[in-house]
């Protein structure tokens, strides 16, 4: 069936990176978008950019400009989130999802939750 | 950024009544290809976001059809005709016509 697994959770120190992983199965990797939300505890959905599988092509919010970066392996139909520079508030649980605006393709990773502690 | 307002913010039902869930945007939703890009999605506790509604009124695969959308421009609404007790979660308006994409608040549906 369609799912994205994505790697497990992670504790950092503030200032490092975090790479979160993202692997698809069950339908064609390169045929739609990697979006990436985050989730901070107890509060809402919040979008940071997506990939474009099939030519790596990347769109970020521009609050996340500088510090994100989203890549794919397609040999591995796996996408990938870095986040560097973690502060507190970057605690939270990141989802990926392979989103189609114009037909019912919606799968969402089951989530991964970064903690950023000194 | 599109601002997404959403009410009420707690929704607390009866089993087997209808519930509303309103959906405001600060701008038009109706992109320059004629189409409006408004999803709702469900998040249960402890689960992951599904989307139930693409483009104001699709339902996604296997979504029942007890959940409707309607609207235009900048007002949605998000429709459940009787409530069952796996509806429990927080439902999301989400704009994708507009850059960056953004979501709404969250409408917390519990029951009574």
């Known amino acids: 069936q369609v799912q994205l697994v994505q790697s497990g959770a992670e504790v950092k120190k503030p200032g490092a990176s975090v790479n979160v992983s993202c692997k698809a199965s069950g339908y064609t990797f390169t045929a739609y978008y990697i979006h990436w939300v985050r989730q901070a505890p107890g509060q809402g959905l919040e979008w940071m950019g997506w990939?474009?599988?099939?030519?790596?092509?990347?769109r970020y919010a521009q609050k996340f400009q500088g510090r994100v970066t989203m890549t794919r392996d397609t040999s591995i139909s796996t996408a990938y989130m870095e986040l560097r520079n973690l502060n507190s508030d970057d605690s939270a649980v990141y989802f990926c999802a392979s989103l189609d605006s114009t037909t019912n393709h919606d799968c969402w990773g089951q989530g991964t939750l970064v903690t950023v502690s000194s | 950024d599109v601002v997404m307002t959403q009410s009420p913010l707690s929704l607390p039902v009866t089993l087997g009544q209808p519930a509303s869930i309103s959906c405001r945007s600060s701008?038009?939703?109706?992109?320059?290809?004629?189409?409006?890009?408004l999803n709702w999605f469900q998040q249960r506790p402890g689960q992951s976001p599904r989307r139930l509604i693409y483009k104001v009124s699709n339902r996604d695969s296997g979504v029942p059809d007890r959940f409707s959308g309607s609207g235009s421009a900048t007002d949605f609404t998000l429709k459940i005709s009787r409530v069952e007790a796996e509806d429990v979660g927080v439902y999301y308006c989400m704009q994708g016509t507009h850059w960056p994409p953004t979501f709404g608040q969250g409408t917390k549906v519990e029951i009574k």
């Open positions: 990939i474009n599988p099939n030519r790596g092509g990347t």
């Open positions: 701008q038009s939703l109706v992109y320059s290809d004629g189409n409006t890009y």
